[in-house]
């Protein structure tokens, strides 16, 4: 528990100091330590209890008992440092465009960290889709990156504009849960 609760108090601390000082420090490697230990507390929880658990429950002759799974992050890669990237982005966006709650748009022609980060996290998807082809991590929101998110887009019943804006977002997010 301590993992996660140090996990969750270094995330928020790294994020204010990211906003008061957002040059010097590479933030997205900081932030992904932070996030890392979330994913520490899921191998020590399957580790030390549940594993030692069902093996003695087991051993007891029980059936259909089984110890609590604990999973706080489902998706590693998401504390991956270019996905926090990828979050500072969002975030230096919503401070450029004066504070609003809209989540950046990724559009044909967009260079960034967070294409960069889209990217990669899209081809997790593409790896689940039979006959499609992985992205280059360019940072380039290219015609390649456009089709593929159409192709997430046309498979999860959003509309296929490929554009990345919330509702793209969350698409990709369910469709890595489901995985």
């Known amino acids: 528990m301590q993992f996660r609760v140090g996990g969750l108090s270094g995330l928020v601390a790294g994020f204010r100091d990211a906003a008061a000082h957002p040059t010097g420090v590479n933030w997205a490697s900081q932030l992904s330590i932070q996030a890392d230990r979330l994913i520490a507390s899921d191998v020590i929880w399957q580790d030390f209890f549940v594993t ?13 008992v089984s110890a609590p799974t604990s999973t706080f992050v489902a998706n590693a890669n998401i504390t991956a440092p270019e996905a926090m990237a990828s979050v500072l982005a969002d975030i230096q966006g919503h401070a450029a465009a004066g504070g609003t709650t809209a989540t950046p748009v ?6 960034s960290a967070a294409v960069k980060a889209w990217q990669q996290l899209l081809n997790e998807w593409i790896a689940r889709q039979p006959g499609l ?31 990345v804006g919330p509702m793209t977002r969350q698409a990709l997010a369910s469709a890595l849960g489901k995985g």
């Open 133 to 163: 082809t992985k992205l280059k991590l360019t940072g380039t929101f290219d015609a390649a990156t456009q089709s593929a998110t159409m192709a997430l887009q046309t498979a999860e019943k959003i509309t296929a504009d490929g554009v």
């Open 52 to 64: 030692p658990a069902d093996t003695q429950v087991a051993a007891d002759g029980e059936h259909g």
């Open 106 to 111: 990724l559009q044909l022609g967009d260079t």
